[in-house]
């Protein structure tokens, strides 16, 4: 069999550990140059497959790819575009099977969210919808936990490590200075429609920290969270609150939206935590403090959880080991063999059951008042959380790759207007 190259390609927002993937499906294809000639990579995603703006990692070294493991970001570039259906914009489907034949390109690797599996999903059909044979199989990424059927995502243990350490560190913070000035902090964390990064939070409750957590997935009850806001700093002199970006009213508006929607469609949010702020200072006069973790809790690589670098790497290593054996149109997922000891294998998930499909917090994941999480959950979040994998530091900072990113000589003669 002639030995076909690959396409891989980043989307949605980057995470920690994202490039350890990367790293896993380039360093497996470099394995099997008898069935993967080369990995080409999209600069900016699918854009740069639709453009035909794609990066020869091939040029890169061994050392340069390994490298990756440790980095953050997306090595390559990142996107928010979805593809409409077939029916709705043909003409994106026949540029990109134009693209795939003039560099003869037979596997594609898309890393990235819910999204993402959508835009993999329609990819896997172009064989049966228009003759192109393709192998598209779904590398999964995503800081919010909320891809179905795995029982993880990558990129979440990172962000769950980082907000779980901030909470406790800003909360001894507040503590110190509680008796002469600031009562309350607040810390805003992503999660547009699911709590799971908001939770990481509630880790710090075993340290003492009086905590209230406001999910997406429990309706914002003003007077019943001043009410325990007031209980807590009555009784510890402070009060930490850990708001997910998603947190909602009871009619629905999100308490951060802009009146803004990104590229995908949603609502562009950011701004709960100075709006609980001000609430309780106007309804019960605290002084406070807030943050937004914001890119932060993302890029945060110094701090990656151990277990969440060997999940990343594995999802990317077993994407192009499915795609060798033959496989189309699925997602390598993380399944929990054991709880004590921790212990977890790859399996798989047909993109039909993953594409616009969304994992929320179980209800018996938070705790009966709706503030906090419970036992259930805490056994759920601490191993993925466990290890430490620092990068390599030189001169006091963290050393990254960046990578030439060679560009590949384009063919076509015609290029293409997203």
């Known amino acids: 069999m002639t030995a076909k190259n690959a396409f891989y390609a980043q989307s949605g927002g980057v995470t920690a550990v994202i490039n350890a993937s990367a790293c896993g499906v380039i360093e497996t294809a470099r394995r099997h140059p008898d069935q993967i000639a080369k990995v080409y990579a999209g600069r900016h995603g699918i854009i740069g497959a639709l453009t035909e703006d794609l990066i020869d990692t091939s040029q890169e070294s061994d050392a340069a790819i390994a490298a990756l493991r440790h980095t953050p970001s997306g090595a390559f570039g990142s996107c928010r575009y979805k593809l409409k259906s077939l029916e709705a914009n043909r003409r994106e489907y026949e540029r990109l099977i134009e693209v795939f034949k003039a560099h003869d390109i037979g596997y594609f690797f898309y890393n990235g969210g819910g999204d993402s599996a959508d835009t993999c999903y329609k990819v896997s059909q172009l064989s049966e919808a228009m003759g192109f044979p393709i192998q598209a199989i779904h590398v999964p990424k995503t800081v919010d936990n909320d891809l179905p059927i795995t029982d993880n995502c990558p990129g979440f243990g990172s962000v769950a490590k980082y907000i779980a350490t901030s909470t406790l560190e800003a909360s001894f ?62 009784r510890h002199d402070y009060c930490t609150v850990v708001v997910s970006e998603g947190a909602k009213h009871p009619d629905g508006r999100f308490l951060a939206e802009q009146g803004t929607r990104d590229a995908f469609g949603h609502a562009q949010l950011g701004g709960a935590a100075p709006v609980v702020a001000n609430l309780v200072k106007e309804a019960l006069g605290y002084k406070f403090h807030w943050a937004v973790a914001d ?50 294998e790859i399996g798989e998930a047909p993109l039909a059951e993953v594409a616009n499909v969304e994992k929320f917090m179980p209800r018996d994941f938070i705790s009966a008042d709706g503030f906090g999480i419970t036992s259930v959950c805490k056994d759920y979040l601490l191993p993925l959380i466990q290890g430490e994998d620092f990068p390599p530091f030189e001169n006091g900072l963290p050393k990254y790759v960046t990578l030439e990113n060679a560009p590949v000589p384009k063919k076509l003669d015609t290029p293409f207007e997203l």
């Open 173 to 234: 913070d507040v503590r110190s200075m509680a008796k002469t000035s600031t009562k309350l902090f607040v810390l805003e964390v992503m999660g547009r429609h699911a709590g799971w990064i908001a939770a990481a939070g509630g880790l710090v409750e075993d340290h003492g920290i009086p905590v209230v957590i406001l999910f997406p997935e429990i309706e914002f009850d003003q007077q019943r969270f001043l009410a325990r806001v007031k209980e807590l700093v009555e």
């Open 295 to 344: 890119y932060l809790q993302r890029a945060a690589r110094h701090l990656a959880s151990r277990t969440d670098v060997e999940q990343a790497y594995a999802v990317g290593r077993a994407a192009v080991e499915f795609a060798l054996a033959g496989h189309n149109a699925i997602m390598p997922t993380i399944r929990r063999v054991s709880q004590q000891p921790y212990a977890w």
